[in-house]
């Protein structure tokens, strides 16, 4: 049995060049609200004189990441409300074989 996967046609060849592309274009939009917000609040904490260090990039890519997750919850990304917990745990299940594929050191695993 072959595990290869077939050659797409020339029309599902652009279906999939058109994705792709309109993926590329709304990372690159993430990434740069990312930014925007992280450069916004820290000119504005400058600009009253603050102390305090604005928030790392982190700190934004954290808050739409839990935004994005609860909307592919199908709940209200401001109240969490109405959402469904069988789409929530296969989320967090892929997550973590995200996590277990590229990031577990799987040799010192084994060694155990």
């Not at 595990?3 to 029309?11: F, I, K, L």
């Not at 604005?54 to 997750?69: G, I, N, R, T, W």
Request: aromatic share 8%; hydrophobic share 35%; glycine share 6%.
């Amino acid at each position: 049995m072959s595990n290869s996967c077939p050659v797409p046609t020339p029309a599902e060849r652009q279906y999939l060049d058109i994705l792709s592309r309109a993926e590329q274009t709304m990372l690159a939009t993430i990434y740069q609200a990312i930014e925007d917000a992280g450069r916004q609040a820290a000119e504005e904490l400058r600009s009253l004189g603050s102390e305090e260090r604005p928030p790392a990039e982190e700190y934004f890519a954290a808050v739409a990441h839990q935004k994005l997750f609860v909307r592919l919850c199908g709940a209200d990304p401001e109240t969490f409300r109405g959402g469904n917990p069988d789409i929530a745990a296969r989320i967090i299940q892929n997550a973590q074989n995200i996590s277990d594929h590229y990031w577990t050191d799987k040799d010192a695993a084994e060694g155990d």
